[in-house]
């Protein structure tokens, strides 16, 4: 078997795409020898402080509101273990597994950076806990993206104490302190400042944005596909894709798009079919409009990608310890640059998803689908057809629409009105989760109607990249020839799209 080259963390050079090998594609990590050499330099200023008694903020400190009361040196050691305990507050469904690792690498990442003044130990426990397939429980609810995701972090830092309960690679479900012994490793004993460093950070909400932001990427281009598709089944014209149009407004995204749309409908048959002689002047704005909707999105994901992927290797910690000896407290804990990333991301993505419903309208619409069976069916009336397909599309695009409603806009003052400013950042995040599998679902339907419209149009074909999607399309779901339930071809070819299966890039 072919070895896989550990992804080494040195807190600077964390991409997007590394987040989703080792989150999803498990690659393995391991801390770099210039993150530990920088680790040990602030370490060693940490130790000085303890050793010199100085009152310094999360060191010898309470934390929050309590940051006015001094802790005795014998008490330091207690104070970590009792700050990660008192913040696993969190509640509500359980983070996928994907979510969790990625929290976990990102957060070994930031310790790496060196401004935590950690031990190596940390992060290389947590390292050697995503190369064992152990991930803890970690609840969705209960952070709100300042002084960073402290509850879900906090889940995650029980877990490194040998305390709370770890997810192994087998499927099983143990206390984790024996689930670390049987992979053959040790629970931290943390040392002053350990605790805060590890659950102060935005590691929550960024490793579901990263994950996020990768996903909107694919379906960005499954929408191109699927539009392509569905432009095609019901007679529409490329011409309102030339590239002149789309050069005279200048919007870079919208010119990516109409290119995306130019290349998938190249060669085709069907097009050629009702060149001459078509009454009509124009298509809808389901169709012509693609680049001007789909477009902007692109826009939106680069902007987001930009604003994650620096997060990605960002000092999240307070205080930050610098090798020169300095400790300073700030705030680069606070989320509102994700969470305003991701609120824009959430409005984008719902555009996609109303804009491909419309389509998936028009496909089974008997007055607008351009001759097609009514809802695609031969037999229209003893059979439904693909009826309550464009209904579930509908609510939907619809629940997109409410969960669009930013959550970076609210704020509620937390820890005594010390914390009185803060960004709801993981409310953002799942609220973008919830939307891409909407999406991802609205596509497939999108895809299954317009494989159907095509195959009314035979012997006729589409361009070949649009027949390699119907291939696809068909992989998974069979024709509808008597009506069946469609809940099970909906979510194959959801999962399709998640998979990139449609990713014509």
């Not at 569905?230 to 011409?239: M, R």
């Not at 407290?329 to 984008?348: C, E, R």
Request: charged residues 20%; negative net charge; hydrophobic residues 45%.
């Amino acid at each position: 078997m072919t070895q896989i080259t550990p992804l080494a963390l040195d807190g600077c050079s964390l991409a997007i795409a590394d987040v989703h090998a080792v989150a999803v594609g498990r690659r393995p990590v391991a801390v770099s020898d210039a993150a530990r050499t920088r680790m040990r330099a602030t370490r060693a200023v940490v130790a000085d402080i303890v050793a010199r008694n100085e009152v310094v903020y999360g060191v010898t400190t309470g934390f929050g509101k309590l940051s006015n009361f001094s802790i005795p040196p014998e008490k330091l050691a207690q104070l970590q273990v009792n700050l990660v305990r008192s913040h696993a507050a969190g509640v509500g469904p359980e983070l996928p597994e994907r979510e969790v690792r990625a929290m976990m690498l990102l957060r070994a990442n930031v310790i790496a950076k060196g401004f935590s003044g950690a031990r190596p130990d940390l992060p290389d426990l947590l390292c050697a806990m995503l190369n064992a397939g152990l991930w803890p429980v970690v609840r969705e609810q209960g952070s709100v993206g300042a002084s960073g995701d402290l509850a879900p972090l906090a889940a995650l830092a029980v877990s490194l104490i040998g305390e709370g309960e770890l997810n192994t690679a087998d499927g099983r479900r143990l206390p984790a302190a024996q689930a670390l012994q049987f992979a053959g490793l040790t629970p931290v004993t943390l040392g002053p400042k350990e605790g805060i460093t590890l659950i102060n950070g935005t590691q929550t909400h960024t490793g579901i944005a990263a994950l996020a932001v990768a996903d909107a990427r694919t379906v960005w281009e499954s929408a191109h596909v699927a539009g392509a598709m569905s432009l095609e089944a019901l007679l529409g014209t490329p011409v309102a894709f030339d590239a002149r149009i789309h050069d005279a407004r200048g919007q870079d995204g919208q010119r990516d798009s109409a290119a995306r749309l130019r290349t998938l409908l190249d060669g085709s048959a069907l097009r050629e079919s009702h060149r001459d002689n078509d009454p009509r002047v124009q298509d809808a704005y389901a169709l012509r409009c693609m680049p001007q909707v789909h477009g902007p999105v692109l826009d939106a994901i680069r902007f987001a990608e930009g604003i994650i992927g620096r997060e990605l290797n960002a000092a999240t910690d307070n205080p930050l310890v610098f090798d020169n000896g300095e400790m300073l407290s700030g705030g680069n804990f606070h989320g509102q640059a994700v969470a305003m990333a991701l609120d824009f991301l959430a409005i984008a993505m719902t555009n996609l998803a109303t804009i491909a419903e419309r389509r998936i309208d028009r496909l089974v619409h008997p007055d607008l689908n351009e001759g097609l069976p009514p809802f695609l069916s031969a037999t229209a009336g003893v059979s439904s057809g693909f009826m309550m397909a464009q209904v579930s599309a509908a609510a939907l695009a619809s629940e997109c629409k409410v969960l669009s409603h930013p959550a970076s806009v609210d704020t509620i003052p937390t820890d005594g009105s010390k914390e009185d400013v803060v960004p709801m950042a993981m409310g953002a995040a799942w609220k973008l989760r919830r939307i891409i599998g909407n999406v991802q679902h609205i596509l497939g339907i999108e895809l299954m109607c317009a494989a159907q419209g095509l195959d009314c149009r035979r012997p006729l074909r589409s361009s070949p990249a649009v027949e390699r999607a119907h291939d696809t399309v068909r992989r998974h779901v069979a024709p509808l020839g008597e009506d069946r339930v469609l809940t099970p071809d909906i979510i194959a070819l959801a999962g399709a799209v998640a998979r990139r299966e449609f990713d014509a890039s």
